[in-house]
């Protein structure tokens, strides 16, 4: 109808809408649920929350590929490949757990006789290629398969060496060579892991989305990045083991001055070496007994000069476990098992005695243990000798424990003794017996055993020992002037030692000398001076 302004209004149509609304177009009954619920007044049939669309698939039926359904995991070689991984990894944990108690205390039927850092470095480097693997699983590349095949590459070079050469194949035995071996094995599959996914992240790709993927997210980049450091990390690592091997390989040439006898029941051999005539029954053999250096290094030179200018007939010496030519004995391993040892060395040499004992430093208290054990001891002579009071303080402080075994774990590494030997032209004789030698695993694993006992077994032995050595013993004390003066404990300490028989020949404070007496001209006039007077104090015995 028109009204009365003169513009027209067409009446409501009977269901009470208006005639001139406009109707929805189809397009938009098509429109998106939310626009709707923007468009309409609610009622009790409306949604409350929007209703989501699913994506749905390209028009040729093929899915995404950031679809999360696009996963290698669908394979079930690929899950198998993980589920062998990590058992491979748990195997791989309780063994580096048994080969860290082993450095310890060496459980029935684990002992080996070099120093068992090697085995514990391939089981932790072992450990840490799974873990990549694992933490990298979903994201194979390339570079991966590359570095984790030239560490296998080396690992396999490690393994030749150890099995080529019988001196590496003796100290490493069967625990050393099982822990390369399991190394190469599992290095060869962490490749055919990736390998494995790679492939199945390829097939995946071509089911579902019609290709393979070839461009990679910020998160797989980063992941690759970082995994391929961490490998080439464990490149290093292999290649310094590799190198140190070779040394060991090499160091392995060098003969031995004297004869190694097993012993322990043939669980391991020492070094034992004679100079001079056999003497008579009446005429001493001086013993001597190093410090906390090797006896080649440098305290069985004075001995050596004594023996060209007459004043002894003859003299030996040994390397204590771990030192020198001697493989690491079992721990725990204790002063007065080191006298055991060196007991029975001697008879298997058919060497019988009598014996002047010459002994410094630590040394000092394997020799008052095992001359307290044994018949035919005529005579001690202690230069600069560790006091049984100090072996808690100084030697077993559990510091000083601590920091020996990291530096044996970093051992195997080699970083020093491979430096010395391209730059600074170190030999054999220097990483054997020499100052090099400080810096070997089977030298700081014997140094660790020693750390270990010093305030329990070591103790009581050398303390049993004061009391039923024989009072009649001559015994001579040298000690560093040096130390003497800088240090009173010490001091005292010394004075104590003298006491320990009631026939003392003499002590003397070596005004110059440090804590190796025989370092100095004066040190060495004192001492040879002293051995003469001793000798031949023991032989009127």
Request: net charge neutral; glycine share 8%; aromatic share 8%.
């Amino acid at each position: 109808m028109v009204n009365i302004f003169g513009n027209s209004k067409k009446d409501d149509d009977p269901n009470g809408n208006n005639a001139d609304a406009p109707r929805p177009s189809e397009d938009d009954s098509r429109a998106s649920p939310s626009h709707r619920y923007d468009s309409r007044e609610p009622d009790e049939r409306t949604r409350l929350l929007p209703q989501q669309r699913r994506p749905r698939p390209h028009q040729d039926g093929y899915l995404d590929p950031d679809d999360p359904a696009v996963s290698p995991y669908n394979l079930w070689s690929v899950r198998f490949t993980r589920y062998l991984t990590v058992l491979f990894l748990v195997i791989t944990f309780l063994w580096w757990v048994l080969l860290l108690v082993c450095i310890f205390v060496s459980p029935p039927g684990m002992h080996s006789r070099g120093s068992g850092f090697f085995d514990f470095s391939y089981t932790t480097l072992t450990a840490g290629n799974l873990l990549v693997a694992l933490l990298f699983f979903a994201a194979p590349s390339r570079a991966m398969r590359v570095s984790t095949g030239i560490v296998a590459a080396l690992l396999l070079v490690d393994m030749i060496l150890i099995l080529a050469v019988p001196r590496l194949r003796a100290e490493e035995g069967g625990v050393g060579i099982a822990s390369v071996v399991w190394a190469v094995v599992l290095a060869v599959w962490c490749v055919l892991a990736d390998r494995v996914v790679a492939w199945g992240k390829r097939e995946e790709e071509e089911r579902l989305t019609g290709r393979p993927e070839t461009r990679r997210t910020l998160r797989e980049w980063l992941a690759v990045l970082v995994a391929t450091a961490i490998l080439v990390i464990y490149i290093l690592i292999a290649l310094l083991l590799t190198g140190t091997l070779v040394l060991r390989s090499l160091d392995a040439g060098l003969a031995p001055p004297g004869q190694r006898y097993p012993v322990d029941g043939h669980k391991y051999e020492v070094h034992l070496s004679c100079v001079g005539n056999t003497t008579t029954a009446t005429e001493p053999t001086v013993l001597l007994e190093a410090g906390e250096n090797p006896a080649e290094q440098s305290f069985e030179h004075w001995a050596y000069a004594a023996w060209q200018n007459g004043t002894i007939a003859r003299y030996c010496y040994w390397d204590r476990p771990g030192y020198g030519w001697s493989d690491n004995a079992p721990s725990p391993h204790s002063a007065g098992m080191s006298a055991d040892a060196l007991s029975e060395a001697l008879a298997r040499a058919g060497e019988d005695g009598p014996w002047v004992l010459v002994s410094a430093g630590y040394g000092s208290v394997v020799s008052r243990v095992f001359a307290s054990r044994q018949r035919g001891v005529r005579g001690m002579m202690l230069v600069d000798g560790l006091h049984e009071d100090l072996l808690a303080p100084r030697l077993g402080n559990p510091a000083r424990g601590f920091v020996t075994w990291g530096w044996g774990i970093l051992s195997p590494l080699g970083v020093t003794r491979i430096g010395g030997a391209l730059f600074q032209g170190r030999t054999r004789e220097d990483r054997v017996y020499g100052r090099e030698a400080r810096k070997g695993g089977k030298f700081l694993k014997a140094r660790l055993q020693e750390n270990l006992v010093a305030e329990s077994f070591s103790l009581r032995e050398v303390s049993q020992s004061r009391k039923i050595q024989s009072r009649k013993t001559p015994v001579v004390v040298v000690s560093s002037g040096i130390r003497c003066r800088v240090d009173d404990e010490w001091n005292r300490k010394q004075e104590d030692l003298t006491h320990l028989t009631d026939r003392l020949v003499a002590w003397d404070v070596v005004g110059r000398a440090p804590h190796e007496v025989w370092q100095t001209l004066e040190g060495r006039k004192v001492m040879e001076r002293r051995l003469r007077e001793l000798v031949k104090a023991a032989e009127k015995e």
